[in-house]
Structure formats: C-alpha cells, structure tokens
C-alpha cells in the first residue's frame, strides 16, 4: 500500500471546453506541508474544489489513504476541511456563529456546532472576540476565525487557498507562526495554495509548480522544490542560509514556467474564453 495519504494520479479537469487542468500528479503524505504555486489562473483553485467536490474530473483517480474517492459524492464523509481564497465570514454572525458554519452544514446541532466551535477560541488566540462582528476585526483576526472555521470540521488534510494573501506583511508573518504552532500540536496533512515564494519556503515541506505543460492546454505539476522539509521553522529559521537558497531555487522554477507559458502559442485566445 502506499504510504501518501492523498493522491491525485492522472486528473484532467475543466468548465465545458475550457481544459485546465491535464494529466496532474500529486501527493501528500500525512503530516505533510505541501505549498502549491502557479501563476494566477494557472488552476489551483480548481484543483482544491476538486477536492472540496464543487468541480468533477474529466479523468484520473483521486485516493486517499489508498483507497478511490468521489468527494463530490461523499458529502460531510469527505475528509478535506477547505478555508477559499475570500474571505467569507457572513457580516450578520458573529464569530462563534462564523466559525460554526461548516459544522452546521455537515448536520452537526447548531448548539452543539458553536460550543465546538467556542472550545477553539482560547488556543487560537481569539479569545475577547467570540461575540464580535467581522466588520469589527481586522484582516488578521478575520483570517483566524475563517482558519478555525476549517480546522474546527476535524478532517485530517486542510486545504489552505491564499490563506494570508490579503494581510500585510508583519501580519502575516505572525499568522505563519502562529499555524505552524498550532500545525504542530495536531500534525494535518496541509495542501497550501500560495502566492508568496517566502511563504511556501516557510511553512511547507515540498513545493509544487503548477504551469501548462504541453500543447493541450491544461496544467499539471511541472516542478518540485523541497523547501523546509530538513529546516526547523522556529525562531532559527529567519537565519539559516538555506533559506535563501530555496527562494531562489523555487522563484526559478516558477519563472522558467512564466517564460514558457508567455512564450505559447494561443495562451491569450485560450485565456479569455
Ligand atoms: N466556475 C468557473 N467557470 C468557468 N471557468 C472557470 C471557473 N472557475 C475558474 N475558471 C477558469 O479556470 C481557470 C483556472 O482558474 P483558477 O481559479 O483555478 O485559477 P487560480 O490558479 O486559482 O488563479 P488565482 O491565483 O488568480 O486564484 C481560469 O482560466 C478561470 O477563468
Ligand atoms: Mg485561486
């Protein structure tokens, strides 16, 4: 048996003609940090609502733990907890109620779902807030609660889509920190969509490129960079020289993807369908 947790092998997905993705190849093993990258339209959003069942392959498999899934069929079984890429906190609930959503969806008692959901605020550092509205918080709090939103559903792989795009720097090296902290007591398989080479060299163990590939348009995994995997994120991590080195090497390997994909044929026909 194999010992990834996840595995997509061979998926072609896309919306009506429109290929995007084509013949992609991934993995996560448990307990590991996987930073997914591309350029902006390159897929990756749509490969997580693949998992989240909102989008249907045209081709491939998707296991987990070795076993084929539908997770569009799967309903409150499927075992991937998604945070999307906007923020989607509702402005007529407060956060105790924002952050229960997703277990009152999978049926859970919405008394029930908000004292789970309350349970999270002390560790996740937003205790004060439980009764406030997102127009009362910042950035950096809203991103919590809809983090703890996704990690209060207990699925073991988190799928994080720009979790900190929004947030200024300073803020979003705190929020970095601070889930690695958290990732460490509870040890998910994460599937991170970033934007932000230091990130994905920060917190993940492996990063994936995601570009087109070929003459058919759609995108697969066309890079891999091991980032942190043998670098401890704490406090050390700011000056290990490896660090740099791992920027450079992934920013690399996403720019020879750039260049390739500006230099294809048809990519602005293709694009604006
Ligand atoms: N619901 C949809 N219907 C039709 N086309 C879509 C839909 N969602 C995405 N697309 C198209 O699929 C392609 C990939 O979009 P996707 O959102 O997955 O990209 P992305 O890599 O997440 O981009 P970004 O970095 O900007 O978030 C784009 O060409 C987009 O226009
Ligand atoms: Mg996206």
């Known amino acids: 048996m194999s010992a990834q947790l996840l595995e997509l092998d061979g998926i072609s997905a896309g919306f009506g003609s429109h290929r995007v993705l084509d013949d992609l190849h991934l993995q996560v093993a448990p307990g590991e940090i996987v930073a997914l990258v591309g350029a902006s339209g390159s897929g990756k959003s749509t490969l997580l609502s693949l998992l989240t069942g909102a989008v249907r392959a045209s081709a491939g498999e998707i296991r987990y733990g070795g076993a084929v899934i539908d997770p569009a069929t799967m309903g409150a079984h499927r075992p991937f907890a998604a945070m999307p890429q906007r923020d989607v906190l509702l402005p007529w609930r407060d956060m105790v109620a924002n952050a229960s959503i997703g277990l009152e969806v999978a049926g859970v008692p919405k008394r029930e779902a908000r004292s789970r959901a309350a349970e999270l605020f002390a560790p996740f550092g937003l205790t004060g807030s439980e009764a406030q509205f997102p127009r009362q918080l910042s950035g950096g709090m809203r991103q919590r609660v809809s983090f703890l939103r996704t990690v209060v559903q207990e699925k073991p792989v988190l799928l994080l889509d720009e979790p900190f795009g929004a947030l200024d720097a300073i803020t979003r090296d ?18 991170l969509i970033t934007h932000d080479i230091r990130e994905a060299v920060r917190l993940a163990d492996r990063a994936l490129v995601l570009g087109r590939a070929g003459e058919v348009g759609g995108a697969r995994i066309v890079a891999e960079v091991p980032v942190s995997r043998d670098i401890p ?29 500006a230099t294809a044929p048809g990519r602005a026909d293709e694009r604006g369908r």
């Open 233 to 261: 994120r704490d406090d050390r991590f700011v000056l290990d020289p490896r660090v740099p080195v791992r920027e450079s090497q992934l920013q690399a390997a996403l720019g020879s993807v750039h260049a390739r994909d």
């Open 174 to 191: 705190d929020l970095q920190r601070w889930l690695l902290a958290i990732w460490e007591q509870h040890g998910w398989s994460i599937l």
